[in-house]
């Protein structure tokens, strides 16, 4: 399991870096110049080993931000462990906010890296894009925590997910056309998430159901919230986008969290009721 973690206060030295006292030093100020990879590992590390970045550390990435090229951001290996980085559920919005804060984060995804700080103009966004975002992944990854009351039944839909990296992804990437300041910032999102996408070689059936999230991450909170689930043409046409049972259990997934990473009253009883409806439906 995941969330037994060992919390190692013993010193150990692995990979260039060594750790005491959950954080994590740099053993030589030029690590990250030896092996531009380090910078990935790091956090493959502190996600590993459950470590902080250290003061040390957190100022040499800042002073690294160089050595994040274009072949940085294609490179296959780089690619990998960022991947397996968002596999481990339960435990990603940690590390993706330890990114986040040293910056590297949006050097290596710079469609996400826009948002940071973005004032979101609507009235029911309480917090910037950049931070919106991290909260529904935080609360994705509660889900693989104990059974909670009221959230049992997306507790086992995210048990049951086949491509957990897939869906943190499209929660990273779902509002990342809002910096771009178009009327709707979906279309500009799959956009985003279709370069990402290129550039990290997700293919065929992730590939697709990465934009479809992305494209479609309103369309069950809408179309629950706005429209007569008692019309079978309203129905009919929901069930024509979605296509699969995977596609709806994702979409369920990603609109709880984004729901809920919005503001309470986002994802009131009556809203959860409508969607859970039409989920059903």
């Given at each position: 399991n995941f969330m037994a973690r060992r919390k190692s206060s013993k010193a150990e030295k692995f990979d260039g870096f060594s750790s005491r006292n959950e954080r994590i030093f740099p053993d030589d100020p030029a690590i990250f110049k030896d092996d531009p990879h380090r910078l990935m590992r790091l956090f493959s590390?502190?996600?590993?080993?459950?470590?902080?970045?250290?003061?040390?550390?957190?100022?040499?990435?800042?002073?690294?931000?160089?050595?994040?090229?274009?072949?940085?951001?294609?490179?296959?290996?780089?690619?990998?462990?960022?991947?397996?980085?968002?596999?481990?559920?339960?435990?990603?919005?940690?590390?993706?906010?330890?990114?986040?804060?040293?910056?590297?984060l949006g050097k290596y995804i710079?469609?996400?890296?826009?948002?940071t700080c973005l004032v979101q103009h609507e009235f029911f966004h309480h917090y910037t894009a950049d931070e919106h975002t991290l909260r529904t992944i935080d609360i994705l990854?509660?889900?693989s925590g104990a059974q909670a009351k009221g959230?049992?039944?997306?507790?086992?839909?995210?048990?049951?997910?086949?491509?957990?990296?897939?869906?943190?992804?499209?929660?990273?990437?779902?509002?990342?056309?809002?910096?771009?300041?178009?009327r709707t910032h979906s279309d500009e999102s799959v956009t985003l998430a279709d370069a990402v996408a290129r550039r990290m070689l997700i293919k065929l059936e992730r590939r697709q159901l990465l934009l479809f999230l992305v494209d479609n991450h309103l369309l069950m909170y809408r179309t629950?919230?706005?429209?007569?689930?008692?019309?079978?043409?309203?129905?009919?046409?929901?069930?024509?986008?979605?296509?699969?049972?995977e596609n709806l259990d994702a979409l369920m997934l990603l609109t709880y969290a984004d729901s809920r990473g919005t503001s309470d009253k986002s994802w009131s009883g009556y809203k959860e009721g409508s969607v859970r409806q039409l989920y059903h439906l």
């Open positions: 590390h502190t996600q590993h080993r459950h470590l902080r970045l250290s003061p040390e550390l957190f100022q040499l990435v800042q002073e690294s931000f160089s050595l994040v090229t274009a072949a940085f951001r294609y490179n296959k290996t780089i690619r990998e462990t960022f991947e397996g980085i968002l596999t481990r559920k339960g435990d990603v919005a940690r590390i993706l906010r330890q990114m986040h804060r040293v910056g590297f710079p469609e996400f890296g826009a948002l990854d509660e889900l959230r049992e039944f997306y507790q086992s839909l995210f048990r049951e997910m086949q491509q957990p990296a897939i869906l943190y992804l499209a929660l990273l990437l779902h509002d990342s056309g809002r910096a771009a300041n178009k629950a919230t706005t429209m007569n689930l008692e019309d079978p043409s309203v129905i009919e046409e929901f069930a024509q986008v979605i296509r699969t049972k």
